[in-house]
């Protein structure tokens, strides 16, 4: 044991005994017994479970608090004392009965042990002869018979059918585990084939786009390059009929003003003045017709290179009204064929999507049905293993569980499954002992189930009621030698709030023979 302060030796030392006593341990037991019959199912948790395990722990806060309001102490001590029980590896496991109080599983396994203790113990009371006349004998005997095998048969068997039921589940949901994590992974995988096609496409696109860009520059550079070249002709033609007009100016020219000159040389040999001013006049004539020649020419050639301009920028209009329909034309299919093929992969993924979809849909609907057949067969196994009467205590084997012990909570240390094989060696003894009864003289009259299970609940009602009675004959006795019964609330309210030396004395005899009681 952990060494306590010398202050709270004492109080140490009155807890542990406590926690030994029937005032500590009838009420937890009384409470057990007249609950217990509700927690027949190890395999689902009820609500009545929990709400009998909130009544208990209120049962076992209401025995702490009258303690400590007994003995005059706060919470805090009390948890300080326990703190240090806890410690101790001989008292530990007296103190861990208040930590395993709120444990719900804990009270759980017990309630079950305890409800299937008390049906054992109504068995073994039923399988004695109540009455000394032999044939009420055989016939206990052999109603005490059937129920042993019952229970030694019906063991084995709900067992295995637990475990099948139990095979059958796990099978079920590890396969709609897996269906589920197919589809999501078939999702996944269609998003990601999807982007990765889209991202294809607007790639394609976009290259289909720059060659299309591309392709109209150079068609464009192609266009300029034969309009200079066409220009630089038209210039060249120009030049050359420029200098076409100029020489046959000049040829003109000389075959009009030659006869003039030759004339006015023939005029001027006749008369000296005459000839001075026929050549002066000549002068101003070959002047004038040079000019007029010259502006003819002029405007002959301004109107040649305004036409030729004006072709010139026809040609290069209707060249570029061709490219650029061309170009949307190219455009207007590129975008309609990228539309089509997206439009084709879009139908494609949606079939597709549909297909896996009611394939998945088919599946699930299979699974639901076989969920469905599952839950039946359960339902009519159940039914088949169940009472037909819900009024009357179940006749059922318990299986095999581990359950801790019926004792005020003391459960830490035992091995249930030792208890529960204990329950099925008695259940065989009753078989064996009733195996050997002679059933050829069988009674005429049959014990309905109905009967039985009255029979059964009549039983127990009774053998619970004398434990009852055994309980608080206890208690009074117990009370008597100087304990006290906790389950009742005290009004203490009288005694001063500081503990006086008189009330520690008056508290270390009480404290003296409680030590002196023997725990049960």
């Given at each position: 044991?952990?060494?306590?302060?010398?202050s709270v030796d004492w109080l140490y030392d009155y807890i542990l005994q406590f926690l030994k006593s029937p005032g500590w341990r009838i009420p937890i037991v009384s409470f057990m017994d007249e609950?217990?019959?509700?927690?027949?199912?190890?395999?689902?948790?009820?609500?009545?479970?929990?709400?009998?395990?909130d009544k208990f722990k209120e049962l076992i806060d209401s025995l702490l608090e009258n303690l400590c309001r007994e003995i005059g102490v706060t919470p805090q001590q009390f948890v300080n004392v326990c703190g240090i029980g806890m410690k101790s590896p001989a008292h530990r496991r007296i103190f861990e009965q208040i930590i395993a109080c709120d444990n719900f599983m804990s009270f759980k396994k017990l309630m079950l042990k305890r409800n299937k203790e008390i049906e054992m113990e109504v068995a073994k009371l039923m399988s004695k002869p109540e009455s000394p006349t032999p044939a009420g004998a055989?016939?206990?005997?052999?109603?005490?018979?059937?129920?042993?095998?019952?229970?030694?048969?019906?063991?084995?068997?709900?067992?295995?059918?637990?475990?099948?039921?139990?095979?059958?589940?796990?099978?079920?949901?590890?396969?709609?585990?897996?269906?589920?994590?197919?589809?999501?992974?078939?999702?996944?995988?269609?998003?990601?084939?999807?982007?990765?096609?889209?991202?294809?496409?607007?790639?394609?696109?976009g290259k289909m786009k720059q060659a299309e860009e591309e392709k109209a520059a150079k068609v464009k550079q192609a266009e300029e390059e034969k309009a200079a070249k066409v220009k630089q002709a038209e210039e060249e033609k120009v030049v050359k009929s420029k200098h076409f007009e100029e020489e046959k100016a000049h040829k003109v020219e000389s075959e009009h003003i030659r006869p003039e000159e030759e004339k006015k040389g023939e005029v001027e040999a006749a008369s000296p003045e005459g000839s001075k001013k026929s050549a002066k006049g000549l002068k101003d004539d070959k002047k004038r017709v040079m000019e007029e020649m010259k502006q003819k020419e002029l405007e002959k050639k301004l109107q040649l290179e305004r036409e030729e301009k004006e072709r010139e920028q026809e040609s290069i209009r209707k060249k570029q009204k061709q490219e650029e329909e061309r170009l949307r034309a190219v455009n207007e299919a590129a975008e309609r064929e990228i539309q089509e093929q997206l439009r084709e992969q879009e139908e494609a993924n949606k079939l597709k999507i549909q297909r896996e979809l009611e394939l998945q849909e088919k599946k699930v609907k299979e699974m639901q049905e076989f969920m469905s057949r599952s839950s039946d067969k359960k339902q009519e196994e159940r039914k088949e293993h169940s009472p037909e009467d819900k009024n009357h205590p179940d006749l059922r084997p318990i299986q095999k569980r581990k359950q801790g012990p019926a004792n005020a909570l003391?459960?830490?240390?035992?091995?249930?499954?030792?208890?529960?094989?204990?329950?099925?060696?008695?259940?065989?003894?009753?078989?064996?002992?009733?195996?050997?009864?002679?059933?050829?003289?069988?009674?005429?009259?049959?014990?309905?189930?109905?009967?039985?299970?009255?029979?059964?609940?009549?039983?127990?009602?009774?053998?619970?009621?004398?434990?009852?009675?055994?309980?608080?004959?206890?208690?009074?006795?117990?009370?008597?030698?100087?304990?006290?019964?906790?389950?009742?609330?005290?009004?203490?309210?009288?005694?001063?709030?500081?503990i006086t030396q008189e009330e520690i004395e008056k508290r270390r005899n009480i404290y003296s023979k409680i030590k002196q009681e023997e725990p049960l």
């Open positions: 044991m952990a060494k306590a302060e010398p609950n217990c019959a509700a927690f027949d199912s190890e395999d689902e948790n009820k609500l009545v479970y929990t709400e009998i395990h055989e016939k206990e005997v052999k109603e005490q018979a059937e129920m042993a095998q019952a229970i030694t048969l019906s063991l084995a068997a709900e067992e295995e059918r637990k475990r099948k039921l139990d095979r059958e589940e796990e099978e079920l949901q590890r396969v709609l585990r897996l269906s589920e994590e197919e589809f999501k992974r078939k999702q996944e995988q269609e998003a990601q084939r999807l982007a990765a096609l889209k991202r294809l496409e607007d790639e394609k696109a003391d459960f830490l240390n035992e091995n249930p499954r030792e208890k529960t094989d204990e329950l099925e060696e008695e259940a065989q003894e009753i078989a064996k002992k009733s195996s050997n009864a002679d059933y050829s003289n069988e009674p005429t009259g049959v014990e309905t189930l109905a009967q039985r299970q009255a029979r059964l609940k009549r039983q127990r009602d009774e053998l619970l009621a004398r434990k009852k009675q055994e309980r608080e004959h206890e208690m009074k006795q117990h009370v008597a030698n100087g304990g006290s019964d906790f389950s009742v609330r005290k009004d203490v309210s009288h005694l001063p709030p500081i």
